[in-house]
């Protein structure tokens, strides 16, 4: 089966039939060819519904969870959007079919610069890839309207708080190591509107507002 029609029954089965109904999500994840995120020996499975691994230790996201945490962001069109944990570049490229400015930032380089390298080829030219530790967030970008976090966290780093704008949205898996639940902020005068969604797996998010160690 060629990757168009593994991506287009991916969309149907894995995200319209569990719920996710915003249309634009399900647009981009038509559009976003998964295969050239995954390593060479993961092709023939690129569109299954699962994590795979992209090495050193680190994984590209399940499709529903990527499809999830977009539509709890509400993107409209014209936001500025921080990730951190860019991992292989996948949610950026979802993420920059849908908002005006992606800036993404991974701790491992060479993740890094390999996500930066097929999002460069396939013409994305509104993701800025960074190295360092995103639990810093990138206050000389600050603020975002969006920040979508996807490692899990013991909490929400604070930075990152301080770095949303007034009525911005903030998607975190957030809960122990080996499991957390996607949690929503919205910000409304310094104050936030938390809500409580899907239960998840993702590898810990590492740094000084984060997990101290892997
Ligand atoms: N969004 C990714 C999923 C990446 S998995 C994708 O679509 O493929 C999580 C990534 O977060 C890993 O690559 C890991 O190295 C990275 N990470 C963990 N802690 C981090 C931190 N403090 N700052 C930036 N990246 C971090």
Redesign the pocket.
Known sequence: MDFGTQRRMMVERQLVQRGISDERVLKAMLKVPRHL?VREEDLYRAYDDM?LP?G??????QPYM?AKMTELLELKGDERVL????????????LAELAREVY?????PS?AER?EEILRELGYENVKVF??????GLPEYAPFERI????GAPEIPRPLKEQLSDGGIIVAPVGSKYSQQLVKLVKRDEDFIESYHTLCL??????????KDE
């Open positions: 995120f994590a992209i050193e230790g680190q994984t590209i996201s990527v990730e951190v944990g860019t991992g292989s570049g996948y949610q950026a490229a979802v993404t930032i991974e701790r491992i993740l996500a190295v360092g530790d995103g639990t810093k979508i976090i996807t490692a993702f590898v810990p998010l590492v740094g000084e507002y984060g997990w």
